[in-house]
């Protein structure tokens, strides 16, 4: 059984925007900081973006700063993350992952998804 579970994933457009979600019928997420990673087809697995418990410190991959945005309801014990002006780069399995700080390392990160799949066309 997932521990947490990510959905929103799918096709659209280049320029075109999706949101993802995440929550976990194990874990109550306001005791975690959270992150979204993704991994493409042949390429290394690699940060997007995270938030502290709070999601009052937020850090973002470079290459979607401006246009993507992580949040985070912990009454709701979700994060999301919405993706803006979608490029076909950014098609990749995206997952989201829990852990104690909220870094840019995976192996930081204690819990993690079983990912979903963001597809965008040129």
């Known amino acids: 059984q997932a521990q947490l579970v990510e959905s929103g994933g799918g096709l659209v457009q280049a320029g075109g925007s999706l949101r993802l979600s995440c929550t976990s019928p194990e874990h109550t997420l306001d005791r975690y900081a959270m992150a979204w990673f993704r991994q493409a087809p042949g390429k290394e697995r690699e940060f997007v973006a995270s938030?502290?418990?709070?999601?009052?410190?937020?850090y973002y991959a470079d290459s979607v700063k401006g246009r993507f945005t992580i949040s985070r309801d912990n009454a709701k014990n979700a994060l999301f993350l919405q993706m803006n002006t979608l490029k076909p780069e950014d098609t990749a399995v995206y997952y989201c992952?829990?852990?104690?700080?909220?870094?840019?390392?995976?192996?930081?990160?204690?819990?993690w998804g079983q990912g979903t799949q963001v597809t965008v066309s040129s």
């Open positions: 938030a502290s418990w709070s999601a009052g410190i937020t």
């Open positions: 992952v829990a852990g104690q700080r909220a870094t840019r390392r995976s192996d930081e990160y204690d819990y």
